[in-house]
């Protein structure tokens, strides 16, 4: 069995978001945005599991966001991209993207089994219990309107999986959703289980992340508000018996002089910005989800066109070093990094700010 990084609890963790769509998290046009092709996904992989990153999250997503670009309108799908992950590098987590209402338990419940099998125990699921109309539509789902629906049907749809993964013997399922006679779920899952990953934003996702997850993904749009969000979801799921840690996700631009990355962030998120597809996509954020408060729209929108809303970190690696050390303290356990081009960013991040996270104790040495 290989240790599953992600259950490291004393490492502040550092992984990797979207690299598997098209465009990863910036909206723009610039040439050099990202380009999601199975090589240039292999290459950042190893390129994280090599330098120590702890985990691949990736978007599960079935249509783009339109625009001069259709953001998000090439996508790998996530549990096929992780097992081919899995199977090319040696110690990195690598999770896959779950729609509770496009996939079955059962067949999601074996899939991360055979999946977690492949990388001896690496594997780790995102559960996602639905915001995007459109995407449903396409998919001919009809997406409840209420929270409180689609987290019932998230709960029953996990504890179904959960069942899978502990239960030998064929068993019969009869919950509101689900019905199911003589079913069971081998092999199992390397530990029984895999790392649960959930991002929520309403009272209900929150209700449902402190319950079953390990951890909340979140976005940060202020830190000083974040400890206090953080602190919750913690109490939230002390209150339960249970902890889960908070992660949010970052824009990365790090240059040699805070003019280099200052310039470099105007021209591709602000001169070059698919505004199309930031219109479009933060619209539909405030139309069905709850993840980012609504009060803070302007800001929200140049981070949406820098990082699909992740929190900028915009400077010298000292800068970079100073944001996520602030993060830390704000309580959150780890972040995910997000480049232009991940292939041809990260190995500066990697050789910059890497050390100065290790010399400050906020990541281990490797
Ligand atoms: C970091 C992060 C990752 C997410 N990943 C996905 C995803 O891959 N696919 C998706 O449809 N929704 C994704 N979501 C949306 C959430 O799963 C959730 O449905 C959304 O935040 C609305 O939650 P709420 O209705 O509880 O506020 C993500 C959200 C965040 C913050």
Redesign the pocket.
Known sequence: MSDNLMLDKDQFKIGF?ASNCSGGMAVTQVPERWVNSWDNNVALAQLADDAGCDFL?????WIGYGGATDFHGSVLETMAWAAGLLALTKRISVIA?M?TAFNHPVVVAKQIATVDQIAHGRAGL?I?????KP?YDALGVELPAD?ET?YAYGEEWYQFVKKLWTEDKAFDWDSKYFHAKGVYGNPKPVRGTVPIV?????D???EFATRNANFL???VIDLERSKGEVADVKEKAASKGREVDVIT?VTVVCRPTQKEADDYLKYYAEDNADWEAVENLVNLQFA????FPHDLLALIKDRFAAGHGGYPLVGTPEVVADGIEQIRDAGFGGI?LAFVDYVKEFPYFRDEVMPLLEKRGIRKKQ
Not at 128 to 132: D, L, M
């Open positions: 978001f999250l990736p978007i599960a997503r993207t729609h995102n996602v219990c639905g915001w995007n995407e929270h689609r959930n991002a929520a934003g309403s209900e996702g929150r993904f979140t976005p996700f069905h989800a709850e993840s995910t």
